[in-house]
Structures are given as C-alpha cells and as structure tokens.
C-alpha cells in the first residue's frame, strides 16, 4: 500500500520565524510528489516536485525532493499569519493509461499557524 | 472561466438515504478524481477515472460507487453502507502536461 507520511501534524511559529515541513514517502512507481496549501475549502498548488536536488522556489516559499532517501520539504521564510493554513503533500504514482492522470496519495498534512 | 464545480456545497440527510454529489469540470482533463476530507485530517482517496467509462477504488472506496459517462461529469454517490458518512468532500482534475489538480470548492454533508 502506498503510503506518505507528514511532519509534523501540526506547528504554531512567531511572524518571521522559519518553518520546515516534511514528507516522506513508500510508494511503487513515483511520479512526482506535490504540495498544496489548504486554508478553508480547495487545496490550492505550490509545487511538483520530480527531480531530486533541484530546489524549486517562490517567493517565501521552496521545496527540495530526495528520491534516494524518498522525502521532500517545504520551506517557509519570514511567514506571516497568511501562511498559516494546513499544507498538503501529495505523492503520484505511475498510471496504467496513456492520456490520463495517475493515483495521488495524500499524507494527513501540516497545519500551520503563525501568529502575531 | 475554466474550473471544477461541485453541488451542493452543503447537504444533509436522515441515515440510511443515499446521496449523490455532483462535480463536473470544463477544463477538458482526462482523469478525475474523489478525495474525502475529516476534520484534522488529509485527503483520503475515495475513486479515480483516468478516462470515460472506467474507473478505479482508491483507499476507501467502501460504501461509495461512481460513474462515468461524460468526460466532464465524475458524480459520487454515498450509498446507506458507508459508515461514517458525515465528511467534507472534495473532487479534483488532472492537468497531465503539467502534473498539477485542480479542485472543487468541496461539499460538506452531514448524516443526521
């Protein structure tokens, strides 16, 4: 069974701290591996991750992927309490059809708060 | 504008009544998929449909059944075998060219 572990479950930080969130994973056939960022209803996406070593950014925010020892973080710089929301990892793995999507495993995410 | 809608956002229903939630999308995506969502927790794969008329159980496909007809239409029935029905529920597509879903706003249904 394919399976993704987040850590920790949950964190509250000062405005202006630092975060670091992890995901491992044990999956047959990765894809890629994705984080979302979920305030209140839709997940909305920050990054696919499928190469190792190779650091993707935006803003505040970066992600790095290891597939040999299967885990990804997310960094959080200078957060504000805008970044406070739950953050999810999600791994896919290799569909058996051309032409569509792949099964997304999730972990049970990260929830963040950053307060004042 | 291209997205996913999911209806109703909200439901309630007495125990032992089946219910059908709807989501469709117009962003022209092959694959589709139903995720469902406890309080605390992540995203629990329910069922995905990679392409028209097929479809696969995920994790937790107990006391759930789906359809797949139409290529913009994934709906979701939770059938009086599901447990604990009381969930948020959310519907996604998938962009293959560049690996990212997209979802719905969610429907929250409450069993009574």
């Known amino acids: 069974e394919d399976k993704v572990v987040q850590s920790p479950l949950s964190l509250v930080v000062h405005e202006g701290d630092t975060v670091t969130l992890n995901c491992s994973y044990e999956v047959t056939n990765f894809r890629s591996l994705l984080w979302y960022k979920q305030e209140k209803k839709a997940p909305t996406f920050l990054f696919m991750l499928t190469s190792s070593g190779i650091e993707k950014k935006s803003g505040r925010l970066s992600s790095i992927l290891d597939k040999k020892e299967l885990f990804s973080i997310l960094n959080i710089t200078a957060t504000q309490t805008g970044d406070s929301a739950i953050y999810l990892c999600?791994?896919?793995?290799?569909?058996?059809?051309?032409?569509?999507?792949?099964?997304?495993?999730f972990g049970t995410g990260t929830q963040l708060k950053v307060e004042l | 504008d291209g997205g996913i809608t999911q209806s109703p956002k909200y439901l309630f229903r007495k125990e032992g009544q089946n219910v059908t939630l709807s989501c469709e999308q117009n962003?022209?995506?092959?694959?589709m998929y139903w995720y469902r969502q406890d309080p605390g927790q992540g995203l629990r794969l329910i069922y995905y449909?990679?392409?028209?008329?097929?479809?696969q159980k995920g994790d937790i496909a107990e006391g759930y059944s789906v359809s797949r007809e139409k290529k913009e239409s994934f709906p979701l029935t939770v059938t009086s075998a599901q447990k604990n029905p009381t969930a948020f529920y959310l519907c996604?597509?998938?962009?293959?060219?560049?690996?990212?879903?997209?979802f719905g706003e969610g429907s929250r249904l409450t069993v009574l």
């Open positions: 996604a597509s998938y962009a293959k060219h560049t690996g990212e879903l997209f």
């Open positions: 962003l022209n995506h092959d694959a």
């Open positions: 999600a791994v896919s793995v290799g569909g058996i059809l051309t032409g569509g999507g792949n099964k997304l495993t």
């Open positions: 449909s990679q392409i028209v008329n097929d479809f």
